[in-house]
């Protein structure tokens, strides 16, 4: 399963999708050197690195807040000098007003600026603080293996720290309420309730990520340990600084069908059609029923809004669908954009 990373009822939402994780024991044989050399150099090794992960911490915790509201807490990062701060959609959903408390505790109200919930992103604005920005890096370079160090406030516990490193890139991963994020990083350092909108950072103190959905074994019925997922920070600096200079999004960057879309058997029941949209353009009409995108079944509306996710505006894909006669039909269909909020 996959779970949004923040505390409140509505803030531990389950993706009814189960994880299977295998135990695979790591052993590490340490070999007894009779040059003192090389165990001073690995002591040497080890405490550069501890210091290391001690300055990032030190540098970027005062640009990680806690956001309050009346359901709940979550985490954010302080965006730019104006005090606009980036979080998780579902950390604000529902609220305009807030409380911002940074990690020596000061206390600040906090309105919100904009979001846009198919990324699962969101500003709020701190007037006056003074807070200091995060820098954020290219998350384009990152690598299996590179260090993360996660920095949030989870279960309420403010400016708490966690550590591993990038586990994997993956694409199209999805979220509670047919939310299908294009891509994230996933990481082994904990995500914990609470941590959502966060911090996830490299060893040099740069954002990386914003740590945003947590893994559970429903078989155990608890988490499963080392699988978080976090938002890359090319696409949390895209989304936020449209939403901060526009007020909205304004290029998504998604693939966009034009349609309402409900639950149908085996396909994804047309609703409505948007009139000039890429659907209406190809001549699916309301009361279709959509069962596959560029070869690839739609048999829910999470399975259409997943494969969407995958595929670029502009792109020219194959789209089969039933009319309400029951004949099956396929349209080649360039994808638009999906619109701002």
């Known amino acids: 399963m996959l779970v949004p990373a ?21 052993g590490t044989s340490l070999a ?3 040059t003192p050399s090389s165990t001073t150099g690995g002591t040497v090794a080890g405490v550069a690195l501890q210091e290391s992960f001690v300055n990032v911490v030190h540098s970027v915790s005062p640009s990680v807040v806690q956001i309050e509201d009346q359901t709940g807490l979550g985490s954010g990062i302080v965006f730019d000098v104006r005090g606009d701060i980036v979080t998780n959609n579902h950390v604000v959903s529902g609220a305009t007003s807030f409380t911002v408390t940074t990690s020596t505790g000061r206390r600040y109200p906090a309105k919100l600026v904009g979001a846009f919930p198919p990324d699962d992103v969101a500003v709020i604005r701190v007037s006056g603080g003074g807070l200091k920005p995060a820098t954020f890096a290219d998350s384009s370079t990152l690598q299996v293996g590179d260090l993360t160090i996660a920095i949030g406030n989870p279960l309420g516990l403010r400016s708490s720290v966690t550590n591993g490193i990038v586990s994997a890139i993956r694409q199209a991963m999805p979220e509670p ?17 609470g941590n959502s909108g966060g911090a996830l950072v490299d060893i040099e103190g740069s954002v990386i990520g914003i740590p945003t959905l947590a893994a559970t074994d429903p078989e155990l019925g608890g988490s499963a340990p080392g699988i978080g997922f976090a938002l890359p920070s090319n696409l ?37 059609v948007t009139a000039g949209g890429p659907a209406a353009k190809a001549g699916i009409h309301a009361g279709d029923v959509i069962v596959s995108v560029d070869d690839k079944p739609t048999a829910t509306t ?40």
């Open 6 to 26: 923040k505390r409140r009822t509505r803030l531990f939402a389950v993706v009814a999708a189960a994880i299977v994780v295998g135990a695979v024991i790591a």
């Open 32 to 34: 007894t050197s009779s």
């Open 177 to 193: 309420n047919n939310v299908t994020l294009p891509s994230v990083i996933q990481t082994s350092a904990d995500i914990n309730p």
């Open 236 to 272: 949390v600096k895209d989304i936020a600084g449209q939403i901060v200079t526009y007020g909205k999004v304004v290029n998504s960057h998604r693939a966009y069908l034009g349609i309402a879309a409900g639950e149908a058997t085996n396909g994804v029941y047309v609703a409505s």
């Open 302 to 341: 999470a399975a259409l809004t997943t494969a969407l996710a995958g595929l670029q505006p502009g792109q020219r894909v194959q789209v089969a669908f039933k009319s309400q006669s029951g004949a099956k039909t396929t349209r080649l269909v360039t994808l638009g954009t999906y619109p701002g909020s």
